[in-house]
């Protein structure tokens, strides 16, 4: 049986005062800016009562208030108050209140209990991020066999919160956050554990907890309906394969609801099939099912933040495995609908998987906007680092979406282009197209399964580049990132209907990405100059 895992953060609100609090660990919020060291509401009272001096103690650091840096202090008289920190807030950005809400919860998961009075200094969007931070610093996956339960979750106490009641910002930003922490431990489930049935015990229990429909394709039922896709990749495995549909449906609906797909590549192992990977490159290959881990969680959250949309979530699962059964170079594979695929590289499956999942979609539901996710290249990565998402969308309205929806996550993606130009490069002189077309990899992959999507607005998330972290910061962990997530959360909510004038631009290269700007807190604070602090370097600065 798995041993037990690290709790999330348990997270609660008050009016009351930060100097009131008996908690052990104190956090404030300070900001450095053109010359002055600003500290939240609260904080001076409070440190001053505790026998802090904290400008002082930002002077002698030199301290620069980047978005999470973090200024410790240990207490040593008898009170409550063991610890004090003063964690930056940058420029007050979504992603600096983001990074500031990790960092105190890195610490509250050791230290137990936390106030602070950073959220009372936020507007609603700085607010959600920094609950989300306060959950996802704390997150935690373990096969340790000395792995004992906490004593208790970490919590923290958002204090000085006057005004009108919160507690809806709060929650939401909680759901997401948890769909993110579902989406991690998901992915980082080793593969002895994990082949697609798993998936599907997972699918059935956010239908459970979020009221959804489910159906599912076992493996005779694959065959009678052709997905032949899923059974040529998952033909070599010891696991059966599956096709999950989650469907949810909101309290109020009409002919006129929109209709929303989601799509999640679920791989559950990739060793590449006969055309094998190296052996290094397969250590991570547990978390190619990343995309089909999102999905799920993101339908699981659906009913808890209220969202007035239809929405369908796809799962293609099947674990891509090598033997005398496996799937060969030169097959050629006859997806849902009739399309068919040389298969001119084994390790290229991810997208034959997502090809009848697609076209599915296209044939059945007829969606208003159909979204697929998957950690499909490394192409992706090799063009965009690891702190970017690659989108492609055949639609303006929806990139956009898209991209503002990524930004104010905390997900950002890059649109790349669906060029006419590589088109070429599926040609194949037995079937259709050929699933290996070569470079530019990241953009003939999207181009391959753009001929599954049908009309329907859509766009693809190639998250192999930011699918993983290969240290912690900020809200992110060593490990799998549940990327995408919030992303397709924010759209999700905040989903408009498409303008029938929006322009179709393939081959257009539009930047997606952003900062996000807040504006600056009414609320009283106290400063002080923090020009020395300015001059000096080395503390930790965002990628």
């Known amino acids: 049986m798995p041993v037990d895992q690290p709790a999330p953060t348990v997270i609660t609100s008050s009016t009351a005062p930060l100097a009131a609090t008996d908690a052990g660990l104190v956090a404030v919020g300070f900001t450095c800016r053109d010359g002055d060291y600003t500290l939240g509401v609260g904080a001076q009272e409070t440190l001053t009562s505790l026998g802090v001096d904290a400008f002082a103690l930002l002077d002698r650091a030199k301290a620069k208030g980047a978005g999470g840096d973090v200024l410790s202090h240990e207490i040593f008289d008898a009170g409550a108050v063991e610890r004090v920190m003063l964690v930056g807030l940058g420029a007050e950005t979504t992603r600096d209140y983001r990074r500031a809400g990790a960092a105190i919860a890195r610490v509250v998961k050791e230290r137990g209990r936390a106030a602070t009075s950073i ?64 989406a991690r431990t998901y992915a980082l489930t080793p593969s002895n554990e994990k082949g697609p049935e798993r998936l599907e015990e997972w699918a059935r229990e956010a239908a459970r907890i979020a009221d959804l429909d489910i159906t599912v394709w076992d493996e005779p039922k694959l065959a009678a309906d052709g997905f032949g896709g899923i059974l040529a990749v998952g033909s070599a495995s010891a696991y059966e394969s599956r096709f999950l549909r989650l469907d949810y449906t909101p309290k109020k609906v009409n002919r006129r609801t929109p209709h929303l797909v989601l799509v999640g590549k679920g791989i559950t192992f990739d060793s590449g099939g006969i055309s094998i990977k190296p052996r290094d490159a397969m250590m991570s290959m547990k978390r190619d099912m990343t995309g089909a881990g999102v999905v799920i969680a993101v339908l699981g959250a659906l009913r808890e933040l209220g969202v007035r949309v239809k929405v369908t979530g796809l799962v293609a699962a099947a674990e891509n495995a090598f033997g005398g059964a496996a799937m060969r170079p030169g097959d050629v594979v006859t997806h849902y609908g009739g399309r068919t695929s040389e298969v001119g590289n084994t390790d290229a499956e991810g997208r034959l998987v997502l090809a009848d999942a697609l076209a599915y979609a296209d044939r059945h539901i007829d969606p208003t906007a159909l979204v697929d996710i998957a950690t499909l290249t490394g192409a992706g990565k090799m063009a965009l680092g690891t702190t970017l998402g690659a989108l492609f969308a055949n639609d303006e309205q929806l990139a956009a979406a898209l991209g503002a929806a990524g930004a104010a996550a905390g997900e950002p993606v890059w649109r790349l282009p669906l060029s006419e130009e590589y088109e070429p490069l599926l040609d194949n002189t037995f079937a259709d197209a050929t699933n290996a077309a070569g470079g530019p990899g990241a953009i003939t992959a999207a181009l391959f399964l753009q001929h599954f999507a049908g009309s329907s607005p859509w766009a693809h998330l190639d998250i192999a580049s930011v699918g993983d972290s290969t240290k912690d910061v900020f809200e992110y962990t060593l490990g799998a990132t549940g990327f995408g997530a919030r992303l397709l959360l924010r759209w999700i909510t905040d989903f408009r209907p498409p303008d029938s004038r929006s322009r179709r631009d393939p081959a257009r290269n539009t930047r997606i990405a952003g900062k996000s700007s807040a504006p600056s807190a009414c609320r009283p604070q106290v400063s002080r100059n923090c020009q020395q602090g300015k001059a000096e370097a080395g503390v930790v600065r965002a990628p």
């Not at 919590?155 to 956050?177: I, Q, T, Y």
């Open 119 to 182: 959220a009372s200094l936020a507007d609603d969007e700085q607010l959600g991020a920094f609950v989300e931070g306060l959950v996802l610093g704390a997150f935690g996956f373990t096969r340790k066999s000395d792995q004992q339960a906490p004593a208790q979750s970490p919590a923290v106490e958002l204090v000085d919160l006057a005004g009108p009641p919160r507690e809806a910002v709060v929650r939401a930003a909680m759901a997401r956050a948890m769909a993110s922490w579902r």
